[in-house]
């Protein structure tokens, strides 16, 4: 679906909530946890930005919908839903949806997460054009998906494990591999931005740099028990089964375990590299 179908649908879903609640909009959103001018602007249909991770969970939990309907993935209200398989492709990443609902879900559990590149949420708007001029993506749509990453972390409880190779760091400062048009003013802004964000974030934030020569990991993310989604394109392979949920994140631990740049010293080792 378009992002402007999605948001439409949603604002349609989160209206039928208010007309059989019975209540005005002041004690909709009261009970939600947001005030009414928030509300009216959700329902306004002015802007196709989802809600914040938070609110979505309020009206889930409040009016006893389930996210996957709240969010459109599913014409099923109930909590339940329908029984997902063990495993799924889910392709089309041009929207936000199936993120903010798999973020929603893990709220209260760890998140693990192995990047491609350099982190969604720790990206500036340079970098992020500049990679998506490179697979013609809207750069708009990535820095909205940045600026959601970015949000969930700042909010109280998040909790979220990263990591990735220290050459992926190196081949930026330097300009080498894919950075080799990216302008060194850019790349120095990039990291002093993400020294900025690793400092502000910890410790519910935290990332660690592994010895890329001695492990290798594909792009992914563990989202808590409930999923493992794996990067591998323009789609994720989602596995959904404890056993599989259970390896991915032995998995991520032992990239931990082999980490020659820990979550403390992170901020510091970015400060630190040179650009060239």
């Not at 969970?57 to 398989?85: K, M």
């Amino acid at each position: 679906m378009d992002k402007r179908d999605l948001s439409r649908l949603f604002q349609e879903r989160v209206k039928s909530l208010l007309a059989r609640s019975g209540d005005n909009q002041s004690s909709f959103a009261a009970s939600v946890g947001i005030d009414r001018s928030a509300l009216s602007q959700l329902l306004s249909g002015q802007s196709t930005r989802l809600p914040r991770v938070e609110t979505l969970l309020n009206i889930a939990e409040r009016y006893a919908v389930s996210l996957d309907w709240l969010l459109g993935l599913s014409q099923d209200e109930g909590i339940t839903g329908e029984l997902r398989p063990s495993l799924e492709i889910e392709q089309g990443f041009d929207n936000q949806t199936l993120l903010v609902k798999w973020h929603a879900e893990a709220t209260g559990t760890k998140i693990r997460y192995v990047p491609a590149r350099i982190p969604d949420l720790l990206r500036t708007q340079d970098v992020i054009a500049y990679e998506t001029s490179m697979v013609h993506r809207d750069p708009a749509t990535q820095m909205s998906e940045t600026a959601f990453r970015l949000d969930y972390n700042r909010q109280p409880g998040t909790d979220m494990e990263v990591c990735m190779p220290f050459q992926t760091l190196e081949d930026f400062a330097t300009g080498c591999s894919i950075w080799g048009n990216l302008p060194r003013k850019s790349r120095a802004e990039q990291l002093q931005h993400m020294a900025s964000l690793l400092d502000e974030l910890y410790p519910s934030f935290r990332l660690y740099l592994f010895d890329g020569r001695e492990r290798y990991s594909v792009p992914y993310t563990v989202f808590g028990p409930y999923r493992a989604a794996i990067f591998v394109g323009e789609m994720y392979l989602v596995l959904y089964t404890t056993e599989a949920v259970l390896t991915m994140q032995r998995h991520f631990d032992g990239l931990i375990r082999m980490a020659k740049v820990n979550a403390h010293e992170v901020a510091s080792y970015v400060s630190s590299l040179k650009v060239v």
